[in-house]
């Protein structure tokens, strides 16, 4: 009897943990991994990266980057904070841990062993370890059948990746870019050589002579979409404008290395090698 007592206690407080959560994500990734380990109904507000499941979109918005404030977060009575490392400012961090609300930070690493340590360490911080592990293995899984159509395809396209928000206002990414998933997608960056972010312009374009010249969806429409980018200079220039091969995909799918990593790997993959039948 005591045995079970015993364990009627555990299970019930292990019960209320769980319905007590109240939880604020800062950072997409992060947030569509505490919905995949089943607790998406326990976020009270996000940040505005946070787009998917859909659902999120209607929660309060604690803002972005440098205007997420301290104050703001403790309006919502949570209990447990999960960052993105360097998504909010320092002194954000140190006050609500002094307030005595759980705070965890993960890594915000664009790559395989940084979105395991995402996942491990919020299932951890969630009681969901085994689901975690679940989900690892599961993304694992579906990346290895990626590899499997990558080495058996002998094409390596070149990808320009360009950041844009208009006319004016657009930059390439090159190594340790949002843009990393090339990788993984039988893909080579265009610019190699460039680390991070550096502006656009029409020499360098035409020296990288992309075979494809990739946008964010919203960062395609900003400027007017493909027709209008064909007439960005230099760009006719390139393989990629003389077949007319500018392509795009959703921001948050692409860049930010979530438990849906595999399925924006594949479609890159698709997408900058149409002559692979799926």
Not at 55 to 68: T, W
Request: proline share 4%.
């Amino acid at each position: 009897m005591n045995k079970i007592f015993i364990l009627t206690i555990f299970i019930f407080s292990c019960l209320s943990i769980s319905a007590q959560h109240r939880i604020i994500t800062a950072g997409s990734s992060s947030s569509e991994i505490v919905c995949a380990l089943g607790y998406c109904e326990k976020i009270v507000a996000t940040d505005r990266t946070s787009l998917y499941p859909e659902a999120l979109q209607s929660l309060p918005s604690i803002g972005y980057r440098s205007n997420i404030s301290a104050e703001g977060i403790i309006s919502q009575n949570p209990d447990l904070v999960i960052f993105e490392k360097e998504y909010v400012k320092a002194e954000v961090i140190s006050h609500l841990q002094a307030t005595g609300i759980k705070t965890i930070v993960v890594t915000q690493e664009r790559n395989l062993e940084g979105i395991q340590e995402r996942i491990e360490i919020i299932a951890s911080a969630l009681n969901k370890t085994s689901e975690g592990e679940a989900m690892i293995s599961e993304i694992k899984k579906s990346l290895k059948l990626i590899q499997k159509k990558v080495d058996s395809t002998p094409s390596k396209p070149k990808v320009l990746c360009v950041y844009a928000r208009g006319q004016g206002n657009m930059q390439v990414g090159g190594k340790n870019s949002a843009f990393n998933l090339l990788d993984i997608s039988g893909a080579v960056n265009a610019v190699p050589e460039i680390e991070g972010y550096k502006p656009l312009n029409t020499e360098s374009l035409i020296k990288a002579n992309p075979d494809y010249i990739l946008f964010f969806d919203s960062g395609l429409k900003s400027l007017g979409g493909k027709a209008k980018v064909l007439e960005i200079p230099g760009v006719m220039q390139t393989t990629a404008g003389k077949k007319a091969q500018i392509i795009s995909m959703n921001g948050i799918l692409l860049s930010n290395w979530g438990p849906r990593v595999a399925e924006a790997a594949k479609e890159l993959f698709y997408l900058t090698h149409p002559e692979v039948v799926e």
